[in-house]
Antibody
Framework: QVQLKESGPGLVQPSQTLSLTCTVSGFSLTSNSVHWVRQPPGKGLEWVGAIWSGGSTDYNSALKSRLSISRDTSKSQVFLKMNSLQTEDTAIYFC??????WGQGVMVTVSS | DIVMTQAPLSVSVTPGESASISCRSSKSLLHSNGITYVYWYLQKPGKSPQLLIYRMSNLASGVPDRFSGSGSETDFTLKISRVEAEDVGIYYCGQLLENPPTFGAGTKLELK
C-alpha cells in the first residue's frame, strides 16, 4: 500500500538550513507528484511546494527564494531543503502523494 | 492565490445527528474538463490529514458513506450523516485546481 514517511532533525537553529527526507513506498515517483505541506502549531495547512512526476518543481511564492525540492527516484526519496530558517518556520512538515495520501509528519522547531 | 473560506469555524453535534460544513472559493474550481477540484480532509487529533472527498463529490477509499460532498463552482458542502465519536477533529477543504494548492482555515467538529 501507499506509504510516506518524513525524517529529519527536530530542532534547527535560526538562520540555519533545514533538510527533510520523504521516503515513499507503494508508488512510483515518476508517475506521481509529491507535495510538502506544513502546519504551524495550532494552525492550518500551508502548501510549501511540490515535485511533479516529470521532475519539475513548484514552490510557494513566499518561500521560493529559500526553498529547494529534489528527488532520488532510485531510492524513492524526495528531499526538501529550506535555508535561512526563522522561528516562523516552526511547524509539522508533511509530505503527501498528490495531496491524497499523507505521511505522519515531522515536527521541526526553529530555536536557539 | 485562490482563497478558501470555511464556515462555521466550529460545530458541536449530538452523536447520531447530521452536520454540514461549508466552503467557498474565491474563484470557480470547475475545470474545462468538467471536474471540480475541491477536496475535503479530516485531521484527527495528533494525526495527519486524511482524504475524505476528492473532486467535490467522490468518496475516498475506506471512507464511510456517511460522508458526502456536493456543491457548485464556488460553493461546496461536506455533509456528515449520523455523526460518530470517531468523526471528531478538524475538517479542511482544499483546492487543487491551480498552483498553489490552498486550504480553508478548518472547521472543528466536537460532540455534545
Amino acid at each position: 500500500q501507499v506509504q510516506l514517511k518524513e525524517s529529519g532533525p527536530g530542532l534547527v537553529q535560526p538562520s540555519q538550513t533545514l533538510s527533510l527526507t520523504c521516503t515513499v513506498s507503494g508508488f512510483s515517483l515518476t508517475s506521481n507528484s509529491v507535495h510538502w505541506v506544513r502546519q504551524p502549531p495550532g494552525k492550518g495547512l500551508e502548501w510549501v511546494g511540490a515535485i511533479w512526476s516529470g521532475g519539475s518543481t513548484d514552490y510557494n511564492s513566499a518561500l521560493k527564494s529559500r526553498l529547494s525540492i529534489s528527488r532520488d527516484t532510485s531510492k524513492s526519496q524526495v528531499f526538501l531543503k529550506m535555508n535561512s530558517l526563522q522561528t516562523e518556520d516552526t511547524a509539522i512538515y508533511f509530505c503527501t502523494r498528490s495531496c491524497s495520501q499523507w505521511g505522519q509528519g515531522v515536527m521541526v522547531t526553529v530555536s536557539s | 492565490d485562490i482563497v478558501m473560506t470555511q464556515a462555521p469555524l466550529s460545530v458541536s453535534v449530538t452523536p447520531g445527528e447530521s452536520a454540514s460544513i461549508s466552503c467557498r472559493s474565491s474563484k470557480s474550481l470547475l475545470h474545462s474538463n468538467g471536474i471540480t477540484y475541491v477536496y475535503w480532509y479530516l485531521q484527527k487529533p495528533g494525526k495527519s490529514p486524511q482524504l475524505l472527498i476528492y473532486r467535490m463529490s467522490n468518496l475516498a477509499s475506506g471512507v464511510p458513506d456517511r460522508f458526502s460532498g456536493s456543491g457548485s463552482e464556488t460553493d461546496f458542502t461536506l455533509k456528515i450523516s449520523r455523526v460518530e465519536a470517531e468523526d471528531v477533529g478538524i475538517y479542511y477543504c482544499g483546492q487543487l485546481l491551480e498552483n498553489p494548492p490552498t486550504f480553508g482555515a478548518g472547521t472543528k467538529l466536537e460532540l455534545k
